[in-house]
């Protein structure tokens, strides 16, 4: 399964025999075999992008035929053609979603196409203009957006959920529950039902097959590869119907691929187990019960006054590349700062940031939120590692939730990393049991 999406250069060769009983589906209602069963072994949202084109209805057809629901992320500039209007009118009218791919399928992050990444401009204008044109068609504003090619990053998305609009992965890692179809490749009906159905593998990892949760990405403009498609529908569903499941037009929160932080819920008010966690109480220039953490490079740490709440918060500029951290701290002389954890306990961390750094090139920086444990033997473990936050010009939470604590961990310990060079202002720190 490739990773570069050139969409369009798909071969068009007709496959000359479909799968058995679901050719011809749409016309023959007698030989299809449609969703009908109790639901109960949960729900699966089947996605379709690049439309709306010359084999879109053809697509929805096969799917009214099988009963499914399904969401189509269509282009702007398609959409904005008086036949485009005309198809994802008569989507809507079917019961499908309509949601935005952007306008023309540019790249965001650069990284398929080998072009510059789009500025926060560029991005805002491809999902407008696609928002402009579907309500123009007279459907209501799009809140999901699915990147062209998967090329997505914090930044890019920050930009995105500012604007109202939440991320839907075409794919992602292994555990995140979302499926390439591969029927953009040329694949025929039966790899395609074969690849939903029991998963693959790509980059020596295992993907999972259908299950409640799971977000099937498919193609709808893509000649005889989207027909493909919609011949491998009837025996998914076939599937489907054994394994008792539903299709859904509601896409679950989580659909970030694990590619980009999730969108972070708002802190609680109480129950902060951080002490000092608003960063108020300063010995010289290090917060209480906190550790600055300079790696391979020097930084220069600040009080400042621009703070998130309260009074002051912390600020590291950096000029060389390096790893740099703001964590709680894991010095044996304040273990008393720790709150007691308790293992195999989820925990939920924010922190508030605000800063500038390079985030795209071969020479971008990276912050994340970082966490480590204490041992039974005290000694201090690194642990686990958020997805790469973006830069922002106002204060934004990092959030993570962490795995099951470890058996032998006896605190815990988190907090903003700054690898490379850039401007990293912290404050806000909490930490609650999930």
Request: with cysteine; aromatic share 8%; net charge negative.
């Amino acid at each position: 399964m490739s990773r570069a999406r050139v969409l369009g250069l798909v071969g068009t060769a007709a496959i000359a025999v479909a799968l058995a009983g679901c050719s011809e589906a749409s016309s023959a209602g007698d030989r299809v075999r449609p969703l009908a069963n109790d639901c109960s072994g949960g729900y699966v949202a089947f996605t379709f992008d690049d439309g709306p084109g010359p084999v879109t209805t053809e697509v929805a057809d096969q799917l009214v035929a099988l009963d499914l629901e399904a969401t189509f992320f269509v282009l702007g500039e398609k959409v904005e053609t008086a036949e485009g209007a005309e198809i994802v009118r008569d989507l809507a009218a079917r019961g499908f979603s309509i949601q935005s791919h952007t306008y023309d399928h540019a790249s965001m992050t650069g990284a398929t196409t080998g072009t510059a990444a789009l500025t926060e401009q560029q991005i805002t204008e491809e999902l407008e203009r696609t928002k402009q044109a579907i309500v123009e068609a007279g459907l209501p504003a799009p809140t999901l957006y699915r990147p062209p090619y998967g090329d997505v990053s914090s930044y890019a998305d920050l930009v995105a959920r500012r604007l109202g609009y939440r991320l839907v992965m075409p794919w992602g890692a292994p555990d995140a529950n979302i499926l390439d179809s591969d029927d953009w490749s040329g694949s025929s009906p039966e790899e395609i039902a074969e690849r939903v159905i029991h998963g693959y593998t790509y980059d020596g990892e295992r993907y999972r097959g259908l299950r409640d949760g799971t977000i099937v990405a498919m193609h709808d403009a893509e000649g005889q590869a989207s027909r493909n498609a919609a011949a491998a529908l009837q025996p998914i569903v076939d599937h489907m119907n054994d394994a008792k499941l539903c299709s859904t037009a509601e896409i679950r929160e989580d659909a970030t691929g694990g590619q980009v932080p999730i969108a972070p819920p708002r802190p609680p008010e109480k129950g902060n187990l951080v002490s000092n966690g608003d960063l108020e109480r300063v010995s010289r220039t290090v917060p209480t019960c906190f550790q600055q953490s300079d790696l391979d490079g020097e930084a220069i740490w600040k009080t400042v006054t621009d703070a998130k709440s309260g009074r002051v918060a912390q600020r590291v500029e950096v000029d060389e590349a390096g790893d740099h951290k703001m964590v709680l701290s894991q010095r044996a002389s304040e273990s008393s700062c720790l709150a007691p954890v308790e293992a195999g306990q989820h925990y939920r961390l924010w922190a508030s940031y605000r800063g500038s750094w390079p985030h795209t090139g071969e020479s971008s920086s990276t912050v994340s939120l970082v966490t480590f444990y204490r041992t039974k033997d005290g000694e201090w473990v690194y642990w686990e590692t958020s997805p790469s936050l973006p830069p922002s010009t106002s204060w934004t939470h990092a959030f993570h939730e962490t795995s099951p604590l470890p058996e032998d961990a006896t605190a815990l310990s988190f907090g903003l990393s700054l690898r490379g060079k850039g401007s990293l202002t912290v404050d806000d720190y909490v930490m609650v049991a999930g």
